[in-house]
Structure formats: C-alpha cells, structure tokens
C-alpha cells in the first residue's frame, strides 16, 4: 500500500505561504528585508533535505538581484554581479529545462524540446547557452533576464502553492502558470518564432542525416541492423 505522506523540507503549506509571501508580497513591492528573510528560511529548508527545482532557481535569482541592488552606488565589482547571475540563470534553465531521460528520441532529447514541454520560453535556453559556450551577455539582459525569471517561476510555480497538490514539483502548475502569463500578456520573452525556426531546423538536420544512411545503390552505409539469418565471417571479410 502506498504511503499518504509526502517528505518537504517545510513542516506545513502555511509556512511555504509564508515565505511566499515574503518573496512576492500581494499588497506592496517586495522589500529587501523581507526577501532576505525568505532566503534564510529556503537555506534552513535546503539543510533538512532537497528543495524542488522552483524553490531553488528563485533562492538563486532573487539572491543575485538583491546582491545587485546592495551594491549600487558603491564599488562593486562588475564581475561579481555578472556571475552571480549567470550562476543563477544556468542553473534555472538547466534544473528546468534538462532532458529527463537519455532513452527519448533524439528530437525530444533537447533542453529547447523539455522547455517547449513546460512552457519555458525558449529565449532562456538561448540565454543559457551563450552563458555557457559563448560570451557573457551585457549586464542589461542578464539584470532583465532574472527579473523575467523569478516572474515566470511566480506565475508557474509559487501561485500554485495553494492547491492541494502544489506541494510535489511536478512542473503542472508552471505550464499552466505559463498560460496564464500569455493570456495576460506578462511574457514579454516570446519564443514563439524561435521554437518555429529551431522546429524546422530540427527537421532539416534529421532528414540530411536519413539520407547520409542511404548509398548509391539505396542500400544502408555504416552501421545497421542486420537482416535475415546471421552467419559468421572471417575477420576482415565483408
């Protein structure tokens, strides 16, 4: 018999309420104090066991953001405020949008297709990989870039905390959280022309590689599935 009981690291819905609360206050602008206080209570939750994906992609991003805003007017160094969002940016994208399972088919085996799949918009995982392979974005889009984050995650994730099964990341409520933001017109990283580009790029790659199988004669080259009844050769002999 399956157990009823779920493990969190919180001890009950109203204290991840609570901090959600604190992390997007209904009523006011988020204050730095209240934030901070938020974070130290996901670190406690983060020693008592593993935090779900959402929890802690928006501890990452609201950190760097409050580092940033901390530093302003003092000398900070503009190399640490980029790491520090670069730092949280990758791992959002990569705890969201990393292909579940090496078994899938190679379409399906992309972070571009895992975020089609919950609605991330494909701009982050451009973002992600120009972190990562590429250059260091100008810190403009890295500061716009979080800010969109942490509103995806609250659309997606945070506003779903009251529902009864809210409490499992199983990435429902950030699709459906997702939806909603496109209805309200909140998204304002559409990647609706990048997933169709990537889509047909995609299918162009797939179809070159089908026909690099085939031969002159029409027969497949390389590696194949034998056909018929298997007999032996000598080593060398084709």
């Given at each position: 018999m399956a157990s009823a009981y779920e493990i969190t690291p919180w001890r009950t819905p109203h204290e991840l309420r609570s901090v959600r609360a604190q992390l997007f206050p209904p009523f006011h602008a988020p204050l730095p104090a209240e934030r901070r206080a938020a974070l130290d209570h996901i670190r406690a939750w983060?020693?008592?066991g593993r935090l779900p994906p959402a929890i802690e992609a928006t501890a990452l991003l609201v950190d760097a953001i409050l580092h940033d805003?901390?530093?302003a007017g003092r000398e900070v160094s503009v190399w640490t405020v980029e790491k520090n969002y670069c730092t949280a940016l990758t791992r959002f994208v990569t705890t969201h949008a990393d292909p579940p399972s090496r078994f899938l088919p190679s379409s399906q085996r992309t972070m571009f297709a895992t975020a089609r799949n919950i609605g991330l918009p494909a701009a982050f995982v451009d973002l992600r990989h120009e972190i990562t392979h590429g250059s260091v974005p100008p810190l403009g889009v890295l500061r716009a870039s979080a800010r969109e984050a942490v509103a995806w995650l609250e659309r997606g994730w945070w506003r779903g905390v009251d529902s009864?099964?809210?409490?499992s990341d199983d990435g429902e409520g950030e699709e459906e959280g997702e939806k909603d933001g496109e209805q309200?017109?909140?998204n304002v990283m559409d990647g609706d022309d990048e997933?169709?580009?990537?889509?047909e790029e995609d299918e162009r790659r797939e179809k070159e590689e089908e026909n690099d199988h085939e031969d002159e004669d029409g027969k497949e080259g390389g590696w194949y599935k034998p056909r018929g009844v298997w007999r032996p050769r000598p080593i060398g002999v084709l």
């Amino acid at each position: 018999m399956a157990s009823a009981y779920e493990i969190t690291p919180w001890r009950t819905p109203h204290e991840l309420r609570s901090v959600r609360a604190q992390l997007f206050p209904p009523f006011h602008a988020p204050l730095p104090a209240e934030r901070r206080a938020a974070l130290d209570h996901i670190r406690a939750w983060r020693a008592r066991g593993r935090l779900p994906p959402a929890i802690e992609a928006t501890a990452l991003l609201v950190d760097a953001i409050l580092h940033d805003e901390a530093g302003a007017g003092r000398e900070v160094s503009v190399w640490t405020v980029e790491k520090n969002y670069c730092t949280a940016l990758t791992r959002f994208v990569t705890t969201h949008a990393d292909p579940p399972s090496r078994f899938l088919p190679s379409s399906q085996r992309t972070m571009f297709a895992t975020a089609r799949n919950i609605g991330l918009p494909a701009a982050f995982v451009d973002l992600r990989h120009e972190i990562t392979h590429g250059s260091v974005p100008p810190l403009g889009v890295l500061r716009a870039s979080a800010r969109e984050a942490v509103a995806w995650l609250e659309r997606g994730w945070w506003r779903g905390v009251d529902s009864e099964d809210a409490d499992s990341d199983d990435g429902e409520g950030e699709e459906e959280g997702e939806k909603d933001g496109e209805q309200e017109g909140e998204n304002v990283m559409d990647g609706d022309d990048e997933w169709r580009k990537w889509c047909e790029e995609d299918e162009r790659r797939e179809k070159e590689e089908e026909n690099d199988h085939e031969d002159e004669d029409g027969k497949e080259g390389g590696w194949y599935k034998p056909r018929g009844v298997w007999r032996p050769r000598p080593i060398g002999v084709l």
